[in-house]
């Protein structure tokens, strides 16, 4: 690699000099920027000999300091507008940032440099975004900025988890182990998330079906049949004029009930975006049968296993519990964790505080315990991770065995009346014919 001496100022404006290694004069001025050293002259030394270099125009060098102005107000933008949309990876995300991962821990373990790496995984990329994501990965770490920052720098597939995982790696010269490790995390938590929306399809689906049937039924069918009833004199039954009821309501006032459903989403909106009323909302949110077991046990088994990924990776335990409060999903947990995490800069153990706050199970506060006093508290924490995993799995099952026939009971029953209310008075009509 060249070597060049420069001539220029320090960050106090004082004079400065030196040499440095870099691959062109270019090179030279970028490192040196990042040090906050304003360049006058750069030169190679070739033998102990001084070769100047032609210099480019002092316009040019203006341009080129804009274009990297503006490269880097573009960066920011981007950053803080991903930052914006920060949260929850979506499936495709998760996804991709799944298969991210685990090229890169492959390619790094075949001792593939880590820009070339990168190059690699552009070069097969056909989503146009995902390649301008890794492009400007590729660039901030070619100029010496570190992995993780990179990283940082798009919120919107890389989470602070991610990026925690990825800083301890480096840091430790281990990122192709933390990459794998974090790859096979990810395929876990997807593998989760698709039994989890699998198991509330069928629901869903039974309820929209059977919304859009009862909507048909209420605003075409009854009121033709009530019309033509009513026009032979027929004294509608007790059901058939509730059903007309309902029937003329939803046709006369469709736009109230749409309006009084999108007033609804509002205020809870407005509700669940303070602070108290987050708080109160997940709080009885676990206290809904089967809904909240169920809930419970896949925030603690994140929960878990997040810890003992970041333990493993290198991450001290207050960083960890920092982290590892944003996967919980429930404002009452995460409040939980900030407690604990308070406690244990004041001097406690783990354990304690987790086993006086009433809202983890028993067996969370015995396990990590044992796993603080045996030095293995990855190990447990990864054991109660796979432990509430199963327990999750039979959570969901019973939750859609018994979800199932109570929606098929509902809908009957409302499609059923529906039935009797139309067929009372036609078969009152037939026995008066009789």
């Known amino acids: 690699m060249p070597i060049y001496e420069w001539k220029g100022f320090d960050s106090r404006g004082g004079k400065a000099s030196g040499v440095i290694d870099a691959d062109s004069p270019r090179d030279a001025r970028v490192r040196l920027r990042r ?11 070739r033998g102990g000999r001084r070769v100047e270099a032609r210099r480019p125009a002092a316009s040019a060098f203006r341009k080129e300091d804009k274009v990297q102005q503006l490269k880097a107000q573009a960066r920011q933008a981007l950053s803080m507008a991903r930052g914006r949309k920060g949260g929850k990876l979506g499936k495709k995300r998760l996804e991709e940032v799944g298969t991210f991962t685990r090229q890169m821990a492959t390619l790094l373990k075949a001792g593939i440099p880590l ?9 097969q990329t056909d989503n146009k975004r995902l390649s301008m994501i890794f492009r400007d990965i590729r660039e901030q770490i070619s100029q010496g900025t570190p992995t993780a920052d990179a990283l940082a720098n798009h919120p919107g597939y890389f989470d602070e988890l991610y990026v925690s995982m990825v800083r301890s790696g480096e840091a430790a010269g281990r990122l192709d182990e933390v990459l794998e490790r974090m790859a096979g995390f990810i ?37 033709k049949i009530t019309v033509m009833l009513e026009a032979r004199g027929q004294v509608l039954p007790l059901p058939t004029r509730i059903l007309k009821g309902a029937s003329g309501f939803l046709v006369g006032y469709w736009w109230a009930v749409l309006l009084l459903f999108i007033f609804s989403v ?8 303070s602070e108290k009323g987050r708080l109160s909302v997940d709080r009885r949110m676990l206290r809904v049968p089967l809904v909240g077991d169920l809930l419970t046990k896949q925030a603690l088994s994140r929960f878990a296993q997040t810890f003992a990924t970041l333990l493993r990776s290198g991450v001290p335990v207050v960083r960890c519990l920092e982290v590892t409060r944003a996967v919980l999903g429930n404002r009452l947990l995460e409040k939980t964790i900030d407690e604990v995490r308070e406690k244990i800069l004041e001097g406690a153990d783990i354990s304690t505080p987790i086993k006086q706050s009433g809202v983890f199970p028993p067996l969370v506060g015995y396990m990590i315990a044992v796993g603080e006093q045996s030095g293995e508290l990855d190990s447990m924490m990864l054991q109660v991770g796979q432990a509430y995993q199963e327990e999750v799995d039979i959570a969901t099952q019973k939750f859609t065995s018994l979800i199932e026939p109570v929606l098929i009971v509902f809908l009957a029953m409302i499609v059923g009346f529906i039935v009797l209310s139309i067929l009372w008075p036609i078969l009152q009509v037939s026995q008066s014919f009789t």
């Open 35 to 45: 040090d906050n050293v304003l360049v006058v002259d750069v030169a190679e030394n």
């Open 187 to 223: 395929q876990a938590q997807t593998r989760v998330r698709n039994k989890v929306q699998a198991a509330l399809a069928y629901p869903v689906i039974m309820l929209v079906i059977g919304f859009l049937v009862i909507s048909v039924l209420l605003v075409a069918v009854v009121p």
């Open 266 to 273: 509002l205020v809870f909106n407005l509700i669940y975006s």
């Open 115 to 123: 820009t070339e790496a990168l190059r690699a995984i552009i070069e």
